[in-house]
């Protein structure tokens, strides 16, 4: 079975562009999480979906980033516009149940000039 | 304020040695735990957990150790292997509707 799939798997973007990152979670996982990993603050959860839903996106830095989840297998990040400051690897996680094990895609590398 | 610490961010440790990562936490509601290994350019991937009726869980050459009473869990990986070499996140959990949090990591070279 195909695992949790991100795209792009690297971004380089100017400052003041739009960027969208996509995810594909596992068929069956209930909730899907996006996660923001750099050197300073490690594994960063931004926000979190269940059935769809959004649960809690108190994660999400600044009021640049959304994050939607049209249909259990497809959800997006946005930020717009970009900062050089949103440099980093966005994860997307899935999981069969929120306090389960996670499964993580290999990560979209963000890189805003 | 970080609820799940991983004070050490590298380490390390010589082949065939033992490696021990470490993990504080400071919600006593966490009740379930688990490491998370992760290489370059891969996202993380699930090592061991244990809930907190146990005190220990092996698999393997992992081992992870849970103190409650201390908050504080470690992982131990013996005899430590090159492949070992990545980064390990601890994550907690209070189960219910809470997701994990994760602690920000630690880095562990296995020298050869």
């Known amino acids: 079975d195909a695992g949790v799939i991100q795209s792009p798997r690297h971004e380089v973007t100017e400052m003041g562009q739009e960027v969208t990152l996509r995810c594909k979670p596992i068929s069956g996982h209930n909730s899907l999480f996006w996660y923001r990993q750099t050197m300073m603050r490690g594994l960063e959860l931004l926000i979190y979906?269940?059935?769809?839903?959004?649960?809690?996106d108190s994660g999400m830095p600044e009021d640049r980033f959304s994050a939607k989840m049209p249909n259990a297998s497809f959800s997006t990040l946005k930020i717009q516009p970009s900062e050089p400051r949103d440099s980093a690897v966005y994860f997307c996680?899935?999981?069969?149940?929120?306090?389960?094990?996670?499964?993580f895609g290999e990560g979209s590398r963000l890189t805003v000039l | 304020d970080q609820q799940v610490k991983q004070n050490s961010p590298s380490l390390s440790v010589q082949e065939g040695r033992i490696s021990i990562l470490n993990c504080d936490y400071t919600?006593?509601?966490?009740?379930?735990f688990l490491w998370y290994k992760k290489y370059p350019a891969e996202g993380p991937t699930f090592l061991i957990s244990?809930?907190?009726?146990?005190d220990k869980n092996e698999d393997g050459r992992f081992t992870v150790f849970l103190n409650k009473s201390a908050k504080h869990l470690s992982l131990h990986i013996v005899p430590s292997q090159p492949g070992d070499s990545a980064v390990y996140f601890c994550a907690a959990s209070g189960g219910g509707n809470t997701p994990l949090v994760f602690g920000k990591g630690t880095r562990l070279s296995v020298i050869a």
């Open positions: 244990i809930s907190s009726i146990k």
């Open positions: 919600n006593s509601m966490f009740d379930y």
């Open positions: 996680a899935s999981s069969l149940e929120l306090w389960g094990e996670l499964f």
């Open positions: 979906f269940n059935n769809n839903v959004p649960i809690d």
